[in-house]
């Protein structure tokens, strides 16, 4: 294990960061937190408001200067993270410092599936979402698979399944 004792989640919006998040933390004990409640919290507005009002890149700012802001304080918390997040590369540094990088994957299918009827994401507010899914995942594929410590699929697994993969995954790392 790395010497910083956190769980970091990666991955594109409706893998079920969140959801894993929570029950991890609870199974393990751990604090959970998620950067895009945080941000609304910090900005007193929705996620779709900040994109709306000041843009995509604004928000990519808010991230880094929050996982700055956590980077030294942060102990024992699965933190689930925006699934832009790890575009940035120094987003990347950052989040490996801070702990253990989970990416969960999903297939677009699932993806689709599981985000189709959610109008909070700015990014798949849009009339095509099975061309921009693909997009979005054909560049951000590798730039998770590249930040990752760990990466473990979700597709047709009960969120038990993948908590309980996950757990199996940390402890056989040296
Ligand atoms: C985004 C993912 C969202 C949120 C914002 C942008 C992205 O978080 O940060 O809408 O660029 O993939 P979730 O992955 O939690 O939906």
């Known amino acids: 294990m790395k010497r910083v004792d956190n769980i970091i989640l990666i991955g594109f919006m409706g893998s079920g960061k969140s ?3 929570k029950l991890l933390a609870n199974k393990v ?4 937190m998620d ?11 929705t996620i779709s ?4 009002t000041n843009g995509e890149e604004y928000f990519r700012d808010l991230e880094t ?8 304080k942060m102990r ?3 933190l689930s993270t925006g699934g832009g997040m790890p575009i940035r590369d120094k987003n990347i540094k950052l989040l490996r410092k801070m702990g253990q990088v989970i990416y969960l994957s999903a297939s677009k299918n699932t993806i689709i599936e ?8 700015p990014l798949l507010n849009v009339n095509n979402i099975g061309e921009t899914v693909d997009r979005l995942l054909g560049l951000r594929i590798p730039i998770y698979e590249k930040a990752a410590d760990i990466i473990i699929n979700t ?7 993948i908590v309980a993969k996950i757990l199996q995954a940390l402890n056989h790392i040296p």
Do not use: C, M
């Open 19 to 21: 959801s894993v998040g």
């Open 29 to 32: 004990n751990y604090d959970f």
């Open 35 to 45: 950067t895009d409640e945080l941000i609304e919290v910090k900005q007193g507005t």
């Open 49 to 52: 408001e900040i994109f709306s």
């Open 65 to 72: 200067d929050l996982l700055l802001s956590l980077k030294d």
């Open 76 to 78: 024992k918390t699965v």
């Open 114 to 121: 599981r985000v189709s009827k959610d109008t909070s994401r």
């Open 155 to 161: 597709d047709k697994f009960s969120l038990e399944d």
